[in-house]
Protein backbone atom coordinates (compact mmCIF):
# COMPACT_ATOMS: atom_id res chain seq x y z
CA UNK A 1 0.00 0.00 0.00
CA UNK A 2 3.07 2.44 0.35
CA UNK A 3 4.16 2.16 -2.96
CA UNK A 4 0.64 2.98 -4.46
CA UNK A 5 1.14 6.77 -3.54
CA UNK A 6 4.79 7.38 -5.50
CA UNK A 7 2.76 5.42 -8.11
CA UNK A 8 0.34 7.82 -8.41
CA UNK A 9 2.22 10.80 -7.78
CA UNK A 10 4.06 10.07 -10.92
CA UNK A 11 1.14 9.11 -12.83
CA UNK A 12 -0.41 12.49 -12.16
CA UNK A 13 3.05 14.06 -13.10
CA UNK A 14 2.51 12.54 -16.46
CA UNK A 15 -0.59 13.80 -16.56
CA UNK A 16 0.30 17.32 -15.74
CA UNK A 17 2.90 17.66 -18.15
CA UNK A 18 0.65 15.47 -20.94
CA UNK A 19 -1.83 18.54 -20.49
CA UNK A 20 0.46 20.85 -21.21
CA UNK A 21 2.22 19.80 -23.97
CA UNK A 22 -1.16 19.75 -25.40
CA UNK A 23 -1.89 23.24 -24.73
CA UNK A 24 1.18 24.00 -26.03
CA UNK A 25 0.20 23.41 -29.45
CA UNK A 26 -2.65 21.93 -31.39
CA UNK A 27 -6.15 23.88 -32.33
CA UNK A 28 -6.96 27.49 -31.16
CA UNK A 29 -10.82 27.84 -31.53
CA UNK A 30 -11.83 31.35 -31.88
CA UNK A 31 -15.19 33.04 -32.26
CA UNK A 32 -16.92 35.89 -33.52
CA UNK A 33 -20.17 37.25 -32.86
CA UNK A 34 -21.09 40.20 -34.96
CA UNK A 35 -24.13 41.76 -36.37
CA UNK A 36 -24.01 41.66 -40.34
CA UNK A 37 -27.43 44.30 -40.90
CA UNK A 38 -29.63 46.47 -39.39
CA UNK A 39 -28.48 49.44 -37.26
CA UNK A 40 -24.83 48.26 -36.53
CA UNK A 41 -24.73 46.51 -39.89
CA UNK A 42 -22.29 49.30 -41.41
CA UNK A 43 -20.20 48.90 -38.12
CA UNK A 44 -20.73 44.86 -38.69
CA UNK A 45 -19.69 44.61 -42.20
CA UNK A 46 -16.46 46.35 -41.28
CA UNK A 47 -15.76 44.84 -38.14
CA UNK A 48 -16.14 41.31 -39.86
CA UNK A 49 -13.96 42.33 -42.89
CA UNK A 50 -11.21 42.94 -40.57
CA UNK A 51 -11.35 39.81 -38.89
CA UNK A 52 -11.53 37.80 -41.81
CA UNK A 53 -8.44 39.79 -43.57
CA UNK A 54 -6.30 38.63 -40.65
CA UNK A 55 -7.43 35.10 -40.70
CA UNK A 56 -6.49 34.81 -44.25
CA UNK A 57 -2.92 36.51 -43.05
CA UNK A 58 -2.66 33.69 -40.43
CA UNK A 59 -3.64 30.93 -43.13
CA UNK A 60 -1.31 32.04 -45.27
CA UNK A 61 1.88 30.39 -45.26
CA UNK A 62 3.63 33.83 -46.73
CA UNK A 63 2.10 36.19 -43.88
CA UNK A 64 4.08 37.69 -41.03
CA UNK A 65 2.38 35.44 -38.91
CA UNK A 66 3.83 32.20 -39.85
CA UNK A 67 5.80 32.08 -36.83
CA UNK A 68 2.63 31.42 -35.16
CA UNK A 69 2.70 27.84 -33.82
CA UNK A 70 -0.52 26.87 -33.29
CA UNK A 71 -3.28 26.27 -35.95
CA UNK A 72 -6.70 28.87 -35.28
CA UNK A 73 -10.02 28.06 -36.35
CA UNK A 74 -12.35 30.87 -36.47
CA UNK A 75 -16.48 30.33 -35.93
CA UNK A 76 -18.60 32.95 -36.64
CA UNK A 77 -22.19 33.59 -35.46
CA UNK A 78 -24.55 36.59 -35.41
CA UNK A 79 -25.77 39.47 -33.45
CA UNK A 80 -29.62 41.04 -33.68
CA UNK A 81 -29.83 43.76 -36.59
CA UNK A 82 -31.38 45.28 -33.44
CA UNK A 83 -29.16 46.39 -30.83
CA UNK A 84 -32.10 46.16 -28.14
CA UNK A 85 -32.59 42.89 -28.78
CA UNK A 86 -30.10 40.38 -27.07
CA UNK A 87 -31.33 36.95 -27.52
CA UNK A 88 -29.48 36.09 -30.95
CA UNK A 89 -25.73 37.68 -29.50
CA UNK A 90 -27.03 34.88 -26.38
CA UNK A 91 -27.44 31.83 -28.35
CA UNK A 92 -24.78 32.54 -30.22
CA UNK A 93 -22.20 32.14 -27.42
CA UNK A 94 -23.89 28.89 -26.14
CA UNK A 95 -23.51 27.42 -29.51
CA UNK A 96 -19.85 28.60 -29.48
CA UNK A 97 -19.15 27.56 -25.97
CA UNK A 98 -20.45 24.21 -27.21
CA UNK A 99 -17.88 24.23 -29.86
CA UNK A 100 -14.93 24.94 -27.69
CA UNK A 101 -14.05 28.46 -27.88
CA UNK A 102 -10.98 29.74 -25.96
CA UNK A 103 -11.86 33.20 -26.87
CA UNK A 104 -14.68 34.78 -28.70
CA UNK A 105 -14.79 38.37 -30.33
CA UNK A 106 -17.77 40.70 -30.08
CA UNK A 107 -20.39 41.94 -29.29
CA UNK A 108 -20.87 45.15 -31.52
CA UNK A 109 -23.48 46.79 -29.77
CA UNK A 110 -22.76 47.41 -25.66
CA UNK A 111 -26.25 46.09 -24.80
CA UNK A 112 -25.12 42.36 -26.67
CA UNK A 113 -21.28 42.59 -24.86
CA UNK A 114 -23.47 43.48 -21.31
CA UNK A 115 -25.73 40.33 -22.17
CA UNK A 116 -22.80 38.05 -22.87
CA UNK A 117 -19.82 39.40 -20.13
CA UNK A 118 -21.67 36.95 -17.43
CA UNK A 119 -21.47 34.12 -19.39
CA UNK A 120 -17.80 34.99 -20.59
CA UNK A 121 -16.73 35.44 -17.20
CA UNK A 122 -18.79 31.76 -15.73
CA UNK A 123 -17.91 29.92 -18.81
CA UNK A 124 -14.42 31.61 -18.56
CA UNK A 125 -13.87 32.26 -22.17
CA UNK A 126 -12.37 35.47 -22.99
CA UNK A 127 -14.51 38.28 -24.46
CA UNK A 128 -13.02 40.79 -26.69
CA UNK A 129 -15.18 43.39 -28.12
CA UNK A 130 -14.18 45.43 -31.19
CA UNK A 131 -16.81 47.95 -31.00
CA UNK A 132 -18.68 48.10 -28.01
CA UNK A 133 -18.07 51.57 -25.62
CA UNK A 134 -20.37 51.71 -22.77
CA UNK A 135 -18.58 52.65 -19.18
CA UNK A 136 -20.88 49.72 -17.77
CA UNK A 137 -18.85 47.15 -19.47
CA UNK A 138 -15.74 47.72 -17.66
CA UNK A 139 -17.45 46.49 -14.09
CA UNK A 140 -18.19 43.21 -15.48
CA UNK A 141 -15.48 41.08 -14.59
CA UNK A 142 -11.85 39.22 -15.23
CA UNK A 143 -12.84 38.09 -18.73
CA UNK A 144 -13.95 40.73 -20.45
CA UNK A 145 -11.66 43.31 -22.49
CA UNK A 146 -12.47 45.63 -25.51
CA UNK A 147 -10.04 47.25 -27.76
CA UNK A 148 -12.40 50.00 -28.62
CA UNK A 149 -12.14 52.53 -25.91
CA UNK A 150 -14.76 53.43 -23.51
CA UNK A 151 -17.61 56.30 -23.88
CA UNK A 152 -15.95 58.06 -20.42
CA UNK A 153 -12.82 59.49 -22.54
CA UNK A 154 -15.11 60.52 -25.55
CA UNK A 155 -17.54 62.31 -22.74
CA UNK A 156 -14.42 63.90 -20.58
CA UNK A 157 -12.99 65.03 -24.48
CA UNK A 158 -16.54 66.35 -25.40
CA UNK A 159 -17.11 68.08 -22.23
CA UNK A 160 -13.98 70.52 -22.57
CA UNK A 161 -14.76 71.51 -25.90
CA UNK A 162 -18.06 71.78 -25.66
CA UNK A 163 -18.27 73.46 -22.63
CA UNK A 164 -14.83 75.30 -21.96
CA UNK A 165 -13.04 75.09 -25.61
CA UNK A 166 -16.58 76.68 -27.59
CA UNK A 167 -18.07 78.64 -23.92
CA UNK A 168 -21.23 76.75 -24.28
CA UNK A 169 -24.18 76.52 -21.88
CA UNK A 170 -27.38 75.73 -22.88
CA UNK A 171 -26.84 72.10 -24.32
CA UNK A 172 -29.46 69.71 -25.10
CA UNK A 173 -28.84 66.00 -24.55
CA UNK A 174 -30.66 63.82 -27.16
CA UNK A 175 -30.48 60.39 -27.57
CA UNK A 176 -32.04 57.13 -28.74
CA UNK A 177 -32.85 54.47 -26.23
CA UNK A 178 -30.68 51.47 -26.31
CA UNK A 179 -27.32 51.39 -24.05
CA UNK A 180 -25.03 52.82 -26.12
CA UNK A 181 -26.71 56.07 -26.15
CA UNK A 182 -27.88 55.92 -22.86
CA UNK A 183 -24.13 55.53 -21.69
CA UNK A 184 -22.17 57.92 -23.44
CA UNK A 185 -24.78 60.41 -23.26
CA UNK A 186 -24.84 59.93 -19.16
CA UNK A 187 -21.63 60.26 -19.02
CA UNK A 188 -21.26 63.36 -21.51
CA UNK A 189 -24.38 64.90 -19.02
CA UNK A 190 -22.03 63.73 -15.62
CA UNK A 191 -19.00 66.40 -16.94
CA UNK A 192 -21.00 68.86 -18.11
CA UNK A 193 -23.37 69.34 -15.00
CA UNK A 194 -19.61 70.01 -13.41
CA UNK A 195 -19.16 73.15 -15.62
CA UNK A 196 -23.01 74.52 -16.58
CA UNK A 197 -25.73 75.87 -14.47
CA UNK A 198 -27.55 76.48 -17.83
CA UNK A 199 -28.42 72.86 -18.70
CA UNK A 200 -31.87 71.81 -20.17
CA UNK A 201 -33.43 69.80 -17.18
CA UNK A 202 -34.85 67.26 -19.71
CA UNK A 203 -33.20 64.46 -22.09
CA UNK A 204 -34.87 63.91 -25.34
CA UNK A 205 -35.33 60.38 -25.69
CA UNK A 206 -36.37 58.36 -28.74
CA UNK A 207 -36.66 54.44 -29.83
CA UNK A 208 -33.69 52.41 -31.31
CA UNK A 209 -35.73 51.21 -34.05
CA UNK A 210 -35.24 54.28 -36.48
CA UNK A 211 -38.46 53.34 -38.33
CA UNK A 212 -40.62 53.77 -34.95
CA UNK A 213 -39.63 57.23 -34.61
CA UNK A 214 -41.37 60.47 -35.31
CA UNK A 215 -38.18 62.48 -35.90
CA UNK A 216 -40.29 65.60 -36.43
CA UNK A 217 -41.85 65.17 -32.74
CA UNK A 218 -38.31 65.07 -31.79
CA UNK A 219 -36.94 68.15 -33.04
CA UNK A 220 -40.32 69.75 -31.89
CA UNK A 221 -39.23 69.41 -28.88
CA UNK A 222 -35.56 70.49 -29.16
CA UNK A 223 -37.34 73.53 -30.98
CA UNK A 224 -39.57 74.41 -27.92
CA UNK A 225 -35.91 74.42 -25.36
CA UNK A 226 -33.87 76.50 -28.09
CA UNK A 227 -30.68 75.27 -27.24
CA UNK A 228 -27.16 76.49 -28.37
CA UNK A 229 -26.23 73.04 -29.08
CA UNK A 230 -27.37 69.74 -29.13
CA UNK A 231 -25.97 66.38 -28.41
CA UNK A 232 -27.20 63.40 -30.66
CA UNK A 233 -26.61 60.22 -28.99
CA UNK A 234 -27.39 57.49 -31.55
CA UNK A 235 -25.94 54.74 -33.89
CA UNK A 236 -25.78 56.15 -37.37
CA UNK A 237 -29.27 55.37 -38.99
CA UNK A 238 -31.20 56.82 -36.66
CA UNK A 239 -28.79 59.68 -36.74
CA UNK A 240 -29.32 60.27 -40.36
CA UNK A 241 -33.35 61.33 -40.40
CA UNK A 242 -32.65 63.50 -37.39
CA UNK A 243 -30.25 65.71 -38.73
CA UNK A 244 -32.08 65.33 -41.64
CA UNK A 245 -34.95 66.91 -39.78
CA UNK A 246 -33.39 69.39 -37.56
CA UNK A 247 -30.97 71.14 -40.81
CA UNK A 248 -34.84 71.17 -42.05
CA UNK A 249 -35.90 73.34 -39.68
CA UNK A 250 -35.23 77.57 -39.87
CA UNK A 251 -35.30 78.33 -35.71
CA UNK A 252 -32.57 75.72 -35.87
CA UNK A 253 -29.97 77.30 -38.03
CA UNK A 254 -27.79 78.38 -35.78
CA UNK A 255 -27.74 75.62 -33.46
CA UNK A 256 -24.48 73.00 -33.49
CA UNK A 257 -24.26 69.81 -33.84
CA UNK A 258 -22.58 67.04 -31.51
CA UNK A 259 -22.39 63.60 -31.67
CA UNK A 260 -20.04 60.89 -31.25
CA UNK A 261 -17.80 57.94 -32.69
CA UNK A 262 -21.20 56.31 -34.31
CA UNK A 263 -21.37 58.64 -36.68
CA UNK A 264 -20.08 57.66 -40.27
CA UNK A 265 -19.37 60.40 -42.26
CA UNK A 266 -19.06 58.85 -45.16
CA UNK A 267 -22.49 57.31 -44.75
CA UNK A 268 -23.91 60.00 -43.67
CA UNK A 269 -22.57 62.47 -46.12
CA UNK A 270 -24.17 59.98 -48.51
CA UNK A 271 -27.32 59.83 -47.73
CA UNK A 272 -28.31 63.28 -46.98
CA UNK A 273 -25.62 65.20 -49.17
CA UNK A 274 -22.60 67.65 -47.93
CA UNK A 275 -24.83 70.95 -47.42
CA UNK A 276 -27.00 69.11 -44.82
CA UNK A 277 -24.68 67.35 -42.79
CA UNK A 278 -22.12 70.95 -43.37
CA UNK A 279 -20.13 71.26 -39.74
CA UNK A 280 -21.80 68.49 -38.08
CA UNK A 281 -19.19 68.24 -35.52
CA UNK A 282 -18.40 64.57 -34.16
CA UNK A 283 -15.39 62.73 -32.47
CA UNK A 284 -13.31 60.21 -33.52
CA UNK A 285 -9.93 58.15 -33.00
CA UNK A 286 -6.65 58.26 -35.10
CA UNK A 287 -5.42 54.97 -35.34
CA UNK A 288 -2.10 53.45 -36.54
CA UNK A 289 -0.16 57.08 -36.06
CA UNK A 290 2.49 55.00 -34.04
CA UNK A 291 3.24 52.62 -36.68
CA UNK A 292 2.15 54.34 -40.22
CA UNK A 293 3.84 51.65 -41.83
CA UNK A 294 2.12 48.87 -40.30
CA UNK A 295 -1.35 50.97 -41.03
CA UNK A 296 -0.61 51.48 -44.86
CA UNK A 297 -0.02 47.97 -45.30
CA UNK A 298 -3.22 46.98 -43.84
CA UNK A 299 -5.11 49.59 -45.80
CA UNK A 300 -3.36 48.79 -48.85
CA UNK A 301 -3.98 44.99 -48.37
CA UNK A 302 -7.72 45.77 -47.46
CA UNK A 303 -8.69 47.73 -50.06
CA UNK A 304 -7.14 45.03 -52.42
CA UNK A 305 -9.43 42.85 -50.71
CA UNK A 306 -12.67 44.46 -50.41
CA UNK A 307 -12.33 47.37 -53.05
CA UNK A 308 -13.63 49.88 -50.34
CA UNK A 309 -11.65 52.05 -47.66
CA UNK A 310 -11.20 50.66 -44.23
CA UNK A 311 -12.25 52.72 -41.03
CA UNK A 312 -11.73 52.44 -37.01
CA UNK A 313 -14.29 49.23 -36.74
CA UNK A 314 -12.32 47.04 -39.36
CA UNK A 315 -8.79 47.95 -37.79
CA UNK A 316 -10.57 46.97 -34.55
CA UNK A 317 -11.75 43.70 -36.06
CA UNK A 318 -8.25 43.10 -37.57
CA UNK A 319 -6.17 43.81 -34.81
CA UNK A 320 -8.46 41.68 -32.45
CA UNK A 321 -7.87 38.44 -33.96
CA UNK A 322 -4.31 38.76 -34.33
CA UNK A 323 -4.40 40.10 -30.53
CA UNK A 324 -5.75 37.23 -29.93
CA UNK A 325 -3.58 34.60 -31.45
CA UNK A 326 -0.63 36.30 -30.78
CA UNK A 327 -1.25 35.92 -26.58
CA UNK A 328 -2.77 32.40 -27.10
CA UNK A 329 -0.21 31.08 -29.48
CA UNK A 330 3.07 30.36 -26.23
CA UNK A 331 0.91 29.94 -23.47
CA UNK A 332 -1.76 26.56 -22.41
CA UNK A 333 -4.66 27.89 -24.29
CA UNK A 334 -6.83 25.07 -22.30
CA UNK A 335 -6.21 27.01 -18.73
CA UNK A 336 -8.12 30.44 -18.15
CA UNK A 337 -5.97 31.55 -16.00
CA UNK A 338 -3.10 31.55 -17.86
CA UNK A 339 -5.04 33.06 -20.60
CA UNK A 340 -6.75 35.78 -18.55
CA UNK A 341 -2.94 36.88 -17.20
CA UNK A 342 -1.53 36.68 -21.21
CA UNK A 343 -4.37 39.14 -21.91
CA UNK A 344 -2.92 41.83 -19.20
CA UNK A 345 0.57 41.35 -19.68
CA UNK A 346 2.61 43.48 -22.31
CA UNK A 347 0.85 45.33 -24.92
CA UNK A 348 0.09 44.26 -28.33
CA UNK A 349 1.45 46.36 -31.25
CA UNK A 350 -1.04 46.69 -34.23
CA UNK A 351 -2.42 48.89 -36.83
CA UNK A 352 -4.65 51.05 -34.23
CA UNK A 353 -1.14 51.39 -32.72
CA UNK A 354 -0.68 50.19 -29.07
CA UNK A 355 -3.01 48.04 -27.37
CA UNK A 356 -2.48 47.54 -23.71
CA UNK A 357 -5.59 46.35 -21.24
CA UNK A 358 -5.97 48.53 -17.42
CA UNK A 359 -7.29 46.07 -14.53
CA UNK A 360 -10.89 46.66 -16.00
CA UNK A 361 -9.85 45.40 -19.54
CA UNK A 362 -10.22 48.77 -20.65
CA UNK A 363 -7.76 50.13 -23.71
CA UNK A 364 -6.90 54.00 -23.29
CA UNK A 365 -6.95 56.06 -26.92
CA UNK A 366 -7.16 59.91 -27.51
CA UNK A 367 -10.42 61.20 -29.17
CA UNK A 368 -10.39 63.78 -31.51
CA UNK A 369 -12.99 66.17 -32.87
CA UNK A 370 -13.99 66.54 -36.92
CA UNK A 371 -16.68 68.26 -38.72
CA UNK A 372 -18.18 67.94 -42.05
CA UNK A 373 -16.63 70.13 -44.77
CA UNK A 374 -17.83 69.75 -48.62
CA UNK A 375 -18.76 66.29 -47.50
CA UNK A 376 -15.82 65.05 -45.96
CA UNK A 377 -14.43 64.51 -42.43
CA UNK A 378 -12.08 67.76 -41.19
CA UNK A 379 -9.84 67.29 -38.40
CA UNK A 380 -10.68 70.99 -36.25
CA UNK A 381 -8.25 73.66 -35.23
CA UNK A 382 -8.14 75.83 -32.04
CA UNK A 383 -8.49 78.29 -34.67
CA UNK A 384 -11.24 76.76 -35.53
CA UNK A 385 -12.92 75.98 -31.72
CA UNK A 386 -12.07 79.71 -31.46
CA UNK A 387 -14.17 81.02 -34.13
CA UNK A 388 -17.18 78.47 -32.67
CA UNK A 389 -16.77 80.55 -29.40
CA UNK A 390 -16.94 83.98 -30.63
CA UNK A 391 -19.97 83.23 -32.61
CA UNK A 392 -21.47 81.72 -29.55
CA UNK A 393 -20.75 84.69 -27.19
CA UNK A 394 -21.90 87.40 -30.17
CA UNK A 395 -25.53 84.99 -30.31
CA UNK A 396 -25.81 85.07 -26.69
CA UNK A 397 -24.67 88.81 -26.43
CA UNK A 398 -27.44 89.90 -29.29
CA UNK A 399 -29.99 87.15 -27.33
CA UNK A 400 -29.42 89.49 -24.01
Known amino acids: MRMAYPMLKGVVTLLTLALLSCGSGGEVKIGVIIPSEGSLGDYGFQIISGIELAEKEIQSETNPDKKLKKKYTVYYENESA ?15 K ?20 PLANESKIILLSPASSSPEINKQGDFVYRNYPSDTLEAQFLSNVIFSKC ?15 EGITYELLGFARKVSFDLP ?21 IVEIKPQAVFLGAYSDSLIPLIKEIRSREELKQMYIFTSSSFLPSKVAK ?29 KNFEATYHFPPNIYAAAGYDALKLL ?12 GDVRLEMNREAYQGVLGETSFNKRGDVTRIPELFWMKGGVAVKTTDE ?17
Open 82 to 96: DPSKVDVAVDSFNRL
Open 98 to 117: KKGVTAIIGAASSAATLALT
Open 167 to 181: RMSKVLMVRSKNAYA
Open 201 to 221: NKVVKFEGDPAQVDFAAVVNE
Open 271 to 299: ALGPETVENVLFTSYSWGVANEEKRQEFI
Open 325 to 336: CTKLDGINHHIP
Open 384 to 400: DLEEIKKDILLNQSDSE
